[in-house]
């Protein structure tokens, strides 16, 4: 996958879930968040990579400093026993060496500073338009959710009024049909005397 960038994270658009109960895909935003993970990880690999380039041009500095410190190495008898006793070995450097070595660490410690600010800025900005995008999708849902317990509303109580309203003719039939059933059994027995 190639590295995103901002305008990619910012105008990224997922595709509209077909209910509310669906939400948005899950395989699209799996495979964003994949993304932008790997993105982070890129920049944290070359943050890191450039701290020790700047930790090696500082402890070469420091070297050199030292080396132009001292005075011409003494001889000695016996051999060096580890690497840090050959750096004696090794010729004076200039004062151009010094001050090309200086500059060189800090360019380096500059762009490491310029690296580590770039990355601090972009996780805020990424941070502040997920907590955006957070706040936007439970608005949303918070409103579909409002507008259906309302319509859920607005429909069980024409269900009532419906209900009642079966009720009330179900007690006027029977009340109806009782009275004509009495009138029918009153025209019977009067019929019979």
């Known amino acids: 996958m190639a590295q995103l960038s901002e305008q990619d994270v910012v105008n990224k658009q997922f595709k509209e879930p077909a209910s509310i109960t669906d939400g948005y895909d899950q395989d699209d935003v799996d495979f964003f968040l994949d993304e ?12 890191a990579e450039l701290q020790e380039k700047l930790a090696r041009a500082e402890a070469r500095v420091t070297e050199l400093e030292n080396a132009q410190g001292t005075s011409q190495p003494q001889a000695s008898a016996s051999a060096p ?18 001050v090309e070595a200086a500059s060189v660490l800090a360019m380096a410690k500059q762009l490491h500073d310029q690296f580590v600010a770039d990355g601090k800025a972009e996780n805020a900005r990424l941070i502040s338009e997920g907590e955006a995008e957070k ?15 309302a319509k859920l509303e607005e429909e069980r109580s ?17 009340t109806r049909l009782k009275s004509y059933l009495e009138s029918l059994l009153h025209n019977v027995d009067s019929s019979q005397q």
Do not use: G
């Open 36 to 47: 932008v993970a790997e993105t982070i990880a890129k920049l944290t690999a070359e943050k």
């Open 81 to 98: 026993t580890d690497a840090t006793s050959t750096t004696s070995l090794a010729p004076v450097p200039t004062d151009n060496e010094a």
């Open 135 to 149: 706040v936007r999708i439970v608005t949303e849902a918070e409103d579909i959710h409002n507008r259906t317990l």
């Open 158 to 174: 024409l269900i009532e009024r419906k209900i009642a309203e079966l009720r009330d003719f179900e007690r006027d039939y029977r």
